[in-house]
């Protein structure tokens, strides 16, 4: 049975406008360690990526997050899966924390919730809760991926596919049983507080 933790409110001060609040979603960065130079795809694909000449680097997600969040100013960024790639990362925290770089400089806060390529060889998705101990993580409080975020007037809510998205994706058309009814649940019993 799963419980909604209800995190304290991400600093009011943070809120450019009162009242008003800008959340940033980035999905999908798919973040490899800098160190890594070839990517080869899961059966049945076996698809090889040499990355620099094939023209992909890590970076460019890094980069994009940088401006966009320059360039609006969110209050909150919260990724929803895959912000790391654990098919090529030892390390998790060093992954994260390099994407959450740009977020570190602005001083914008910022949660997770991980998707199916979050985990890797070297960890699980316990291990991977150390990501919010990471600095301006609005979620160092929790225990679990599944969570609620207050920022002024609106409630993030974060479920948890339990890493279930590569045997239930939108790409393939089925997309149910991503989250466990359990989540839906403890969450609309908090709503009827």
Not at 137 to 159: N, Y
Not at 171 to 183: E, F, P
Request: charged share 25%; proline share 8%.
């Amino acid at each position: 049975l799963c419980t909604m933790e209800v995190l304290p409110d991400i600093a009011p001060e943070l809120y450019s406008t009162p009242g008003q609040v800008t959340i940033l979603q980035c999905t999908d960065l798919h973040h490899f360690e800098d160190e890594s130079d070839v990517f080869v795809s899961p059966p049945p694909r076996n698809t090889v990526c040499k990355f620099a000449p094939d023209g992909y680097s890590s970076q460019r997600g890094v980069d994009l997050l940088r401006a966009v969040s320059k360039r609006i100013k969110p209050n909150l960024v919260v990724f929803t899966g895959d912000a790391i790639d654990g098919r090529r990362c030892i390390d998790p925290l060093k992954a994260m924390s390099r994407v959450t770089e740009p977020l570190r400089d602005e001083g914008i806060p910022w949660t997770f919730t991980p998707g199916n390529w979050d985990t890797g060889e070297h960890w699980g998705r316990t291990e991977l809760l150390r990501v919010f101990k990471l600095p301006l993580c609005a979620s160092e409080a929790a225990t679990s991926f599944c969570h609620v975020v207050p920022v002024g007037p609106v409630e993030v809510c974060l479920f948890d596919s339990k890493g279930t998205a590569g045997e239930h994706t939108l790409d393939s058309g089925v997309c149910d049983n991503l989250v466990d009814s359990s989540q839906v649940a403890a969450y609309t019993t908090l709503q009827r507080r």
